[in-house]
């Protein structure tokens, strides 16, 4: 008899214990609850990746606000077309913690299309765009109107070995061609450095190339649905001229097809390693390898950087432009002290102190003049130069349908030939009348 | 034995009419309780299953896009004509198709050997040497697939280098570049992880087979082969279905793998990642929705036709009925 009543007991006794740790377990979830009432208001600003630099610019203007609001961050996922995923979805939802959010310029027109991004005060926008540079400020607009603040601003510039140009012949202080690269290429025995993968970079190197030859991937990109896609054109042929000829030749190594920006500068870092176009953080990355022992010293100083390779001899490169712009959630319920915190986030300060520990460059003018920038990128005055050259991507609400097809037309880079662009336009417009999958 | 055969006798003839109000109380309260018991989790499910389900049936009759709220339009059958019409959705189809029948026959093959080599071991070895298997299975997809990723890349793969002896493969040799190469790592991957399943299955069946059937055999002059292929075999032909219906049922749906090493790049796309591009990627609800009826519907058909045609029993020689 007592063996059996021991374990009851025994098993009642537990079943108090649970109880009594539930009950305990929801009273400090709701103190907790009660004690984030009390504060200041708590903002929440969706951040992409990074080195820690958006944290920390949240720490000081909460800091900075007195007590008027705290920015709480919350990290994205790592690619841009996983983040807009989940901010689309969020937004779609009505979420009511869309306080401040670090957007991709190519996804602003499908956000802010709906009505899912809260239009920016007026004055806001004249504090905090009065020193933009143009190819961010075009970024950041949708329908002629700015929808979002930028913030940051991304171009891509020409990394070449010097020892590799000067073997060729190459005078890197005068623009030089992708024609040029390729022969170069082509003579040395050397890998270009370009990405030839089935992703956003492909949209980005392909686009690229087509506004440096002159042309547009589509007209009328407010029209959504019914937008001009433009890529059948001689801009278009001979973008895929460039890229089809790399990719026959193996000019980009046998991982161009599956290569993105890191691969590309993995290989450019190795004995193969000639020309690359590529984003700043190379630079960063590169000096942080010598530093951690993995590469050598005499490697960065062999990198040389030049202005994004013209397509036309006579005509200025227009080079991809990237970055981060600031958004505010329609849904919001903070949207007077979100757009006062994005003021403080955008500032040339914050700007600066960005692009000399995180590697982003500012979209502001001013914070290109800031000494730690220029000490910590030697190259900061090209890549000014780049994003005023620089074009945007398409903007349309239906990137990632134009954006996607291009990546599965355009890879891998050895079956591009002529009719590319021609199949590729075919391919968006059915895609975009909803009579093809992608 | 005897006791069991005598009890057995005996409780008809004597005993029937009190048995049989006694066991259909026993049954009546045995229903209860199993109502009791497995009704909460039966109601969840059906608010986890088939509320979405119902939903992404509803949907797939819009033109619907998460982005365009006010577009929505009703369009009846369209989005499944679109994506029938469609050679994408076939291709994609065949892919999964060849991912199914490669990897359930090979794993069949692999995981038949495995339970043969663990049901013969000697004891002393027997729990090390299940647990040696096992391993791959513990593993997260997710995990497994990023390894093998980084087995096989061209820039930080090590399998090119330890390998160059083997004609065509070589420093330069990218497996990711194109579908063949891509989809063989792809099922190497899913038949490394997931053969330990299908072994244990099969483990469980062979143990099942009566010792005196193969001892028999053997008496009779039967060779292993033979032994294998007209005792065993034949004998577990239920456990062997039932490994199939599972594995089959899963490999349809394989996703982390392709999802981690190509994104269904140069034609390795399954249909559902087909699916999740088209639903989560381009935020079109109505023909992702569309597309993951019919992948609902092939899963549903690979079931009924292992059920039905097979008579795969998976409730187990009709017990619990």
């Not at chain 1, 214990?17 to 004690?35: F, N, P």
């Not at chain 2, 483990?203 to 010792?211: C, D, I, R």
Request: net charge negative.
């Amino acid at each position: 008899m007592k063996a059996t009543h021991t374990p009851r007991r025994a098993r009642r006794g537990r079943r108090i214990r649970s109880a009594v740790a539930l009950a305990g377990a929801s009273a400090m979830l709701l103190t907790a609850c009660g004690s984030q009432e009390s504060g200041p208001p708590t903002l929440t600003w969706y951040i992409n990746p990074d080195d820690g630099g958006q944290a920390t610019i949240a720490e000081q203007c909460s800091a900075a606000s007195d007590g008027k609001y705290k920015i709480e961050t919350s990290l994205l996922p790592r690619d841009a077309s996983s983040q807009r995923e989940q901010l689309a979805r969020r937004l779609a939802a009505g979420d009511t913690s869309m306080d401040i959010m670090s957007l991709d310029p190519p996804f602003v027109p499908e956000l802010a299309e709906p009505g899912f991004l809260a239009k920016p005060p007026a004055d806001v926008v004249e504090r905090t765009t009065s020193d933009t540079l143009d190819g961010p400020l075009e970024g950041a607009k949708w329908d002629g109107e700015i929808v979002a603040v930028p913030f940051w601003a991304n171009t891509q510039l020409l990394w070449y070995r010097k020892s590799v140009a000067q073997a060729a012949g190459l005078d890197m202080s005068k623009p030089v061609t992708w024609d040029q690269i390729i022969d170069a290429a082509r003579s040395q025995d050397k890998y270009l450095g370009v990405q030839g993968t089935q992703a956003e970079s492909m949209t980005v190197w392909v686009n690229g190339l087509v506004a440096s030859a002159g042309g547009e991937i589509i007209t009328a990109g407010e029209e959504g649905q019914d937008a001009d896609i433009t890529l059948d054109t001689e801009a278009g042929e001979k973008a895929a001229d460039i890229v089809g000829t790399i990719g026959k030749e193996g000019l980009g190594g046998p991982g161009l097809p599956t290569q993105d920006e890191n691969s590309s500068m993995i290989q450019f870092q190795g004995d193969k390693g000639s020309f690359m176009v590529n984003w700043p953080f190379v630079w960063a990355a590169s000096n942080g390898a010598v530093e951690e022992g993995s590469l050598d010293k005499s490697l960065v100083d062999d990198i040389g950087w030049a202005q994004w390779p013209r397509v036309n001899a006579d005509t200025p490169s227009a080079p991809p432009l990237g970055g981060i712009n600031i958004g505010v959630g329609a849904t919001s319920e903070n949207q007077d002290l979100a757009w006062e915190a994005v003021e403080c986030i955008v500032t040339p300060e914050h700007q600066s102190q960005y692009f000399a520990t995180n590697g982003n460059p500012p979209s502001s003018a001013k914070a290109f003049d800031d000494a730690a920038v220029r000490e910590a990128y030697p190259q900061a005055s090209v890549i000014r130069e780049s994003l005023d050259n620089a074009a945007p991507r398409p903007q349309t609400p239906y990137y990632n349908e134009i954006s996607t097809a291009i990546q599965q037309e355009w890879t891998p880079p050895q079956s591009v030939n002529e009719n590319t662009p021609k199949e590729t336009t075919a391919f968006i417009e059915q895609v975009l009348k909803g009579d093809a999958l992608l | 034995m005897s006791t069991t055969v005598d009890s057995s006798t005996r409780a008809p003839g004597t005993q029937a009419p009190k048995a049989k109000r006694q066991i259909s109380d026993r049954v009546r309260a045995e229903r209860k309780l199993g109502w009791l018991l497995a009704g909460p989790a039966f109601i969840i499910m059906l608010l986890v299953t088939l509320y979405p389900i119902v939903q992404a049936l509803y949907d797939s009759l819009f033109s619907f896009r998460l982005t365009a709220p006010g577009d929505k339009e009703f369009v009846f059958l369209g989005n499944y004509a679109t994506v029938f019409s469609d050679s994408l959705f076939w291709q994609n189809l065949g892919v999964t198709l060849l991912i199914t029948v490669v990897t359930v026959l090979v794993e069949l093959v692999l995981g038949l050997a495995l339970a043969l080599v663990m049901h013969s071991a000697i004891k002393a070895t027997r729990g090390l040497l299940r647990t040696a298997i096992l391993v791959p299975y513990g593993i997260i997809t997710v995990v497994s697939a990023f390894a093998w990723f980084y087995a096989f890349d061209i820039t930080t793969g090590y399998v090119n280098n330890w390998f160059d002896w083997v004609p065509g493969i070589g420093p330069d040799f990218n497996w990711f570049a194109s579908q063949g190469p891509a989809l063989t790592i792809i099922m190497a991957s899913e038949i490394w992880k997931t053969t330990p399943f299908i072994s244990l299955l099969l483990l469980s069946g062979l143990a099942q087979v009566p010792g005196e059937l193969s001892e028999a055999a053997r008496v009779d002059g039967a060779s292993a082969w033979q032994r294998l292929t007209k005792v065993i075999l034949p004998n577990m032909k239920a456990a062997i279905m039932v490994a199939v219906v599972f594995r089959a049922l899963d490999a349809f749906r394989i996703f982390d793998n392709i999802f981690i090493m190509t994104q269904g790049q140069y034609g390795t796309e399954a249909l559902s990642l087909l699916a999740y591009r088209t639903s989560i990627g381009r935020l079109e609800i109505g023909l992702g929705s569309a597309i993951s009826v019919i992948l609902f519907l092939c899963v549903m058909l690979i079931a009924f036709t292992a059920i039905k045609v097979f008579k795969v029993d998976l409730a187990g020689s009709g017990k619990g009925r």
